[in-house]
């Protein structure tokens, strides 16, 4: 079956702190990867995307994510964290059409 | 290019009634999907149009649920005789010829409340 799992519901890190959010997924063959952020109230905005290539994908927002083929994880990264990075972050995969997401996690940001 | 739009941002319905909702998509963009959000969770496929096509259909949740693309523009979504389960964010993304869910931009959704 294909799915998505993040397994963290909740991170809250301190601003200015690394972050990493994981994501794994279970698919059957090599899918589209992404990562997304929503705000409260706001639609779905893009951070970052991959497909092929280099595995270290950089994306908007000071953003980047790495793909690890063998543990089937696509785990996204920031150096510094800003307040303005709370939200909630959702891992997708799919082919063709069909987006299939994984449940999000809620970034807490403490001053 | 004003991206994708979504009316009425926020719906408060009675149980039972029927619901329609518009999306319309970037103008250049050929492919229009819907999806469904709950709380706490991720988005959730409905349905796509090429164009005027509505190639996936299986995946609307009830026969409650249908979706037209009349024209290959704008789409609607209806929900008859609503129920408190379908309290959710219903979001409208579409992309360009060639793109697929590369090319993905999604509308600000539509939240539902149905009391």
């Known amino acids: 079956a294909q799915s998505v799992t993040q397994p963290d519901i909740h991170i809250t890190v301190s601003e200015g702190a690394s972050l990493e959010l994981r994501c794994n997924y279970s698919y059957g063959a090599t899918p589209y990867l992404f990562w997304y952020v929503q705000s409260p109230g706001q639609g779905l905005q893009l951070l970052l995307k991959y497909f092929s290539g280099d595995t270290l994908v950089q994306g908007i927002k000071g953003f980047e994510a790495e793909f690890k083929r063998s543990q089937s994880s696509f785990n996204l990264r920031k150096p510094s964290v800003h307040w303005s990075d709370a939200a909630e972050y959702f891992c997708a995969v799919g082919s063709n059409y069909q987006l299939i997401w994984g449940a999000g996690t809620k970034l807490i940001i403490k001053p | 290019d004003t991206g994708v739009s979504q009316d009425p941002r926020h719906k408060i319905t009675k149980r039972g009634q029927n619901v329609t909702f518009r999306c319309d998509p970037i103008s250049e963009h050929n492919r229009l999907y819907w999806y469904r959000q709950t709380l706490g969770q991720g988005p959730e496929f409905l349905t796509y149009f090429q164009n005027e096509a509505q190639l996936e259909k299986s995946r609307l949740l009830s026969d409650r649920f249908s979706a037209e693309r009349p024209k290959g523009s704008f789409s609607t979504l209806e929900i008859q005789r609503t129920e408190q389960g379908d309290s959710a964010m219903y979001l409208c993304?579409?992309?360009?010829?060639?793109?697929?869910?590369?090319?993905?931009?999604f509308g600000s959704g539509t939240r539902l409340t149905v009391v």
């Open positions: 993304a579409s992309s360009g010829p060639g793109q697929g869910i590369y090319g993905y931009t």
